[in-house]
């Protein structure tokens, strides 16, 4: 079964700083893989989606990269603002199913 | 707007109940989805729907039930022999299973406690 992890759990930095979060998933057979923001209480806001052919997207400030064949993507948030605090989450979908497979989350903190 | 909503916010069930959670969806979705996400557990699939009249268990199915009489809508029905139901509930769709860009989107959520 595909394992997704997600490091670090949570993370706090100041405004304005370049982040990187961290996803890795066990089986690199997957379809594509998502990522989410989820705000305390909220349902989750899609962010971005990688097709397994693609190396990376790109949406304002956000880059995600996926290198499948190490089973790892990154999320990069630049120039950090106290609104992008909230739960980022990634999940995958395998090549052989449809649902996805979610890792644990990393918490973000950003501080004025 | 097109998304999903999810009724209601807030549920609370006595011991013994089956409760029906809504997920309704104008974006003209063919594949659905219910998730429970519990603490320091992320998400886990309870049951999709691919399309109309047809639906397959996730990792979690046992204590719950579906339908799938529209295709608009995918009702989760938490019955008395899910034994640990107080949960947050989270409803997905998707465009359609074979598209190459078939990005997953989610409802509000409908967080459930037994009482």
């Known amino acids: 079964k595909q394992e997704v992890t997600q490091i670090p759990a949570a993370l706090s930095v100041p405004e304005g700083e370049n982040l990187v979060l961290n996803c890795s998933f066990t089986d690199s057979a997957i379809y594509n893989l998502q990522w989410f923001r989820q705000d305390p209480g909220k349902g989750l806001t899609s962010l971005l989606l990688?097709?397994?052919?693609?190396r990376e997207q790109t949406s304002g400030r956000l880059n995600a990269s996926l290198d499948k064949s190490s089973g790892r993507s990154t999320l990069y948030i630049a120039a950090s603002q106290p609104g992008d605090s909230a739960t980022y989450l990634c999940?995958?979908?395998?090549?052989?199913?449809?649902?996805?497979?979610f890792g644990k989350g990393t918490s973000l903190l950003v501080t004025p | 707007d097109g998304g999903i909503t999810q009724s209601p916010k807030y549920l609370f069930r006595k011991e013994g109940q089956n409760v029906t959670l809504s997920c309704e969806q104008n974006l003209n979705h063919d594949a659905m989805y219910w998730y429970r996400q519990d603490p320091g557990q992320g998400l886990r699939l309870i049951y999709y729907s691919q399309i109309v009249n047809d639906f397959q268990k996730g990792d979690i199915a046992e204590g719950y039930s579906v339908s799938r009489e529209k295709k608009e809508s995918f009702p989760l029905t938490v019955t008395s022999a899910q034994k640990n139901p107080t949960a947050f509930y989270l409803c997905?769709?998707?465009?359609?299973?074979?598209?190459?860009?078939?990005?997953?989107?989610f409802g509000p959520g409908t967080r459930l406690t037994v009482l």
């Open positions: 997905a769709s998707t465009r359609g299973l074979t598209s190459s860009y078939n990005e997953q989107f």
């Open positions: 990688i097709q397994s052919s693609q």
């Open positions: 999940a995958v979908r395998p090549n052989s199913g449809y649902a996805l497979n």
